[in-house]
């Protein structure tokens, strides 16, 4: 059970797109369509933004999108805009009912 | 509206044991499978288990596994966790969750464990 891989850190000035990437294996991410992406602000509880892979939910601005490939899973966040400065996690179902989270992304809008 | 109201937080002895509850209300909690996750202020989220509806899948993080139990009681739409040997490193804010589609749709606004010596 080992944590999916995050970078610490991603910047973009508004209006532009950034991409997070989220790397595991094939026994996680590799191995199911069951990567979710969650948002969180500070003292704040987590926000799904993405599940399934590349599944909005209702609420969530066409501006988030996820998408997969091989072991690693992406969520990319078009048209920035100071709002989405915010905590990212990605989390993926690794079988034998058991799920994993990323380390987090900080994501910084400049 | 859905909510997940958690208690049952607070300051604990290591080697102590403490029960977290989850109170659920707005959508029926016997068709939802539900999560319990946590985090260190400050740090990232740590899934810890997870629960089917009827309560007989279940799965465990390897670093609470055969320490923490999770439970429901589908009557009082109410979800457990039931920890002992509690240690420093289980220190944090637990958050309960219900699942859709295997993510955490709705979420609680968390209760703090800590543990001390």
């Known amino acids: 059970q080992s944590a999916l891989t995050q970078p610490p850190s991603a910047s973009g000035s508004p209006g532009q797109s950034v991409t997070i990437p989220c790397t595991g294996t094939?026994?996680?991410?590799?191995?199911?369509?069951?990567v979710s992406w969650y948002q969180q602000y500070p003292g704040k509880a987590p926000k799904l933004m993405i599940s399934?892979?590349?599944e909005r939910p209702s609420g969530v601005p066409d501006r988030f999108s996820g998408s997969k490939s091989g072991n690693t899973a992406f969520l990319t966040v078009s048209g920035l805009q100071a709002e989405d400065e915010a905590d990212y996690y990605c989390?993926?179902?690794?079988?034998?009912?058991?799920?994993?989270f990323g380390g987090g992304t900080k994501l910084t809008v400049l | 509206e859905v909510q997940l109201v958690e208690s049952g937080g607070g300051l604990v002895q290591t080697g102590g044991s403490l029960r977290l509850s989850c109170a659920a209300s707005?959508?029926?909690?016997?068709?939802?499978?539900l999560h319990w996750v946590r985090q260190v202020p400050g740090k990232g989220l740590v899934w810890v288990s997870r629960?089917?509806?009827?309560?007989?899948?279940?799965g465990y993080a390897d670093s609470v596994k055969g320490r923490f139990t999770i439970s429901r009681d589908n009557a009082k739409s109410t979800l457990y966790l039931q920890m002992n040997s509690l240690r420093a490193e289980d220190t944090a804010v637990y958050f309960c969750?219900?699942?859709?589609?295997?993510?955490?749709?709705?979420w609680g606004r968390g209760t703090l464990v800590t543990v001390s010596s």
């Open positions: 969750v219900r699942e859709k589609g295997a993510a955490g749709l709705h």
């Open positions: 707005g959508f029926t909690f016997s068709n939802h499978w």
């Open positions: 629960i089917n509806p009827d309560g007989t899948r279940i």
């Open positions: 094939s026994s996680d991410v590799g191995g199911h369509d069951y």
């Open positions: 399934q892979v590349s």
């Open positions: 989390s993926s179902y690794a079988g034998n009912e058991i799920f994993v």
